[in-house]
């Protein structure tokens, strides 16, 4: 096929213009393409890596609800529970507001427990942290960029709770750097709950209280029945629960944020199909000004199914070259705006998956906007061609 | 109706047999040929002369198997063009036929030697091997070895139609079938383009059908054959 390659290229240079804003406009879409779902998986890319045994308890009122830590006694009893953790939502940020940090309050022998082969942590770090109750674990992401090291006392501040002193700031101390084999781990600071427990501000209500429980079970089918079985201990209590599984749980709290996976497929719809009129309209319009030139090929010999061919060949290298030129385009700045938006969308980044997507679009789009030329073609009738040039 | 061509050779290449075409224009039938009988001798270089509007395009376009008749048959040596599907009728036209049209039409975007490539991206031939059959059809007709890479734009009407006789010939069909070739040339260009083809007949027992309404032109073919409302209404053989 490649023998028919300068005509392809021939054909394309007919009318540079044309071509290269044509191309031009694939580009756009395929770069935005790759940047909204880099968006995407900073959003929802974590879901997929989150445990199907792992189960979320929190009040059902709202997260900023906390719950009882004597519940965490009630929630272990249940049968086919297998560990309880539970954590507070630190709202952490290093000397302004703007350097925010994912930092969470936890019970360090749990934690540590369930998440042992994720995090990345030497023994000898991870028994210092849970010895240390001022000690704080960061991701390496954060360390880097904080220059953070080991033994270093910072002044963590929260912009959800205030001290009984009556300030914002908890010094604690950096005992370990998490090197985790998940990027949405490198982006975490974690602190000791006992530690922010007994140092809040009484009128915050949080003493005594977590934001939620982790509970791990032994089996992911037993989610719903455990969960229904959490939610029935608490129905009648003052805090009633809402459990659900973890990936059902980071969903919800997603979708209180925006519906990412709609809002981005939407806008993703809309940007392809007006790439594929574009496209449809540039191949029917540059066949139907060679029906003279097609006629001819036909008295070469060339049939309508080969000069099909050449329209497709003509329509992949217009919409390859331009989504290999945005989506390249695309990585790069995914690369300059990873850095840049690291502690807002940590996992932003293009997931390997939009690549076979992208091609998918590639192919779908090529044979698309060659429906019209191959009726074209089809009805191309040779000797009344010839004639009318 | 009209007579059977009287031909001195023996097997003809083509033949045509009570072959009739009408179109519909303005909800009106228009009889374009009507049951025409001819036999087109191998070799032989035939000019079809006629005014306009007799039919002597559709008749071209018939015989290398671009429309088809509504009633009578085609034979091309022995096979009757009527019983091919679409597929094989390109197939043949590929083996068989080349096309020299009035206005050349060669693809502006490609080079002369491009252009005369064309027909071969269709037969299994190497790149060497395309590239030397082309140089073997430019310098068969004429046409400068230091304009091969020119464009069409860049070459004056004579060198376009030798790039178009060069691209009909390069894969050696059987019949060459022109339209008018030499209609929109001057006439010295018009001459060179006619020696060329004499040359083609005569050297290389080409057989060539040539449409033209130039008298002149028409006299250079070894064969004359009128056509009158849709009849042959005259053959003989020219002084050539």
């Given amino acids: 096929m490649t023998r028919y390659l300068p005509l392809v290229r021939a054909a394309l240079a007919r009318r540079r213009a044309r071509t290269v804003l044509t191309i031009g406009s694939v580009l756009i879409a395929f770069l935005l393409f790759a940047l909204l779902m880099s968006v995407r998986q900073a959003f929802l890319g974590g879901i997929h890596a989150v445990g199907k045994r792992i189960l979320i308890t929190a009040n059902v009122v709202s997260l900023v609800s906390p719950l009882p830590l004597a519940d965490r006694a009630i929630i272990a009893s249940v049968p086919r529970v297998r560990r309880v953790a539970y954590e507070v939502w630190f709202g952490g940020y290093y000397r302004r507001t703007g350097n925010f940090l994912f930092a969470l309050a936890v019970d360090p022998p749990t934690f540590v427990a369930e998440l042992r082969s994720e995090l990345g942590l030497s023994p000898r770090a991870r028994a210092r942290w849970i010895a240390d109750r001022r000690g704080l674990l960061v991701g390496n992401a954060i360390a880097r960029r904080f220059g953070w090291h080991v033994g270093e006392v910072i002044p963590l501040r929260s912009n959800i709770w205030r001290r009984s002193n009556g300030t914002n700031t908890w010094p604690v101390r950096v005992d370990g750097i998490l090197r985790p084999s998940e990027k949405r781990y490198a982006q975490l600071a974690l602190l000791h709950y006992h530690y922010l427990s007994e140092t809040v501000a009484k009128s915050t209500g949080l003493s005594g209280k977590v934001s939620l429980y982790r509970v791990e079970i032994a089996h992911a089918r037993d989610a719903a029945a455990v969960s229904r079985a959490i939610d029935a201990r608490f129905a009648n209590s003052p805090d009633p629960t809402r459990t659900s599984t973890a990936r059902t749980f980071l969903l919800n709290f997603l979708d209180q944020i925006a519906d990412i996976g709609t809002i981005v497929t939407a806008i993703l719809a809309a940007v392809f199909f007006t790439m594929l009129l574009v496209t449809a309209n540039t191949m029917a319009r540059s066949v139907r000004e060679r029906t003279a030139e097609f006629a001819v090929l036909r008295t070469l010999g060339y049939g309508p199914g080969r000069l099909f061919g050449l329209v497709v060949a003509e329509a992949a290298l217009l919409v390859g070259a331009g989504a290999l030129l945005g989506l390249l385009l695309g990585l790069g700045l995914i690369v300059v705006l990873h850095g840049l938006l690291a502690t807002i969308l940590p996992g932003f980044a293009l997931p390997p998956s939009s690549f076979a997507l992208g091609l998918a679009l590639v192919v779908l789009f090529v044979l698309a906007s060659s429906v019209v030329p191959y009726l074209q073609i089809a009805r191309l009738a040779v000797a009344d061609a010839l004639r009318r040039e | ?240």
């Avoid at chain 2, 395009?57 to 429309?67: A, C, H, K």
């Avoid at chain 2, 022995?78 to 036209?93: D, K, M, N, Q, Y």
């Avoid at chain 2, 091997?129 to 734009?153: I, K, M, Q, W, Y």
């Avoid at chain 2, 020696?195 to 005569?202: A, C, K, S």
């Fill in chain 2, 1 to 240: 109706m009209t007579e059977i061509a009287a031909q001195p050779s023996s097997e003809p290449l083509i033949r045509l047999e009570r072959v009739s075409k009408s179109y519909r224009r303005g909800g009106e039938t228009i009889q374009v040929l009507d049951r025409v009988d001819l036999a087109i001798p191998r070799g032989d270089f035939l000019a079809l002369m006629a005014p306009s509007g007799s039919g002597k395009s559709t008749l071209l376009n018939l015989l290398g198997g671009l429309d088809r008749p509504d009633e009578g048959s085609i034979l091309f040596d022995g096979v009757a063009l009527e019983s091919l599907g679409p597929r094989a009728l390109t197939r043949w036209r590929a083996i068989h036929v080349g096309f020299v049209f009035q206005l050349y039409h060669l693809l502006p975007v490609l080079s002369a030697a491009r252009n005369v490539e064309l027909p071969l991206l269709l037969q299994r031939l190497g790149r060497a091997e395309r590239a030397r059959r082309v140089a073997a059809a430019l310098s068969l007709v004429g046409f400068p070895d230091d304009r091969h890479t020119f464009r069409p734009t860049e070459l004056s009407g004579g060198q376009q139609q030798r790039v178009a006789i060069a691209r009909a010939i390069v894969t050696n069909p059987t019949v060459l079938l022109c339209d008018e070739p030499t209609g929109d040339l001057d006439r010295r260009a018009g001459d060179e383009i006619l020696d060329l083809l004499v040359e083609l007949n005569r050297r290389l027992d080409k057989t060539i059908v040539m449409v033209t309404h130039d008298p002149h032109a028409a006299e250079r073919a070894r064969t004359l054959v009128r056509l009158e409302k849709g009849l042959v209404g005259e053959i003989r053989a020219t002084s050539s």
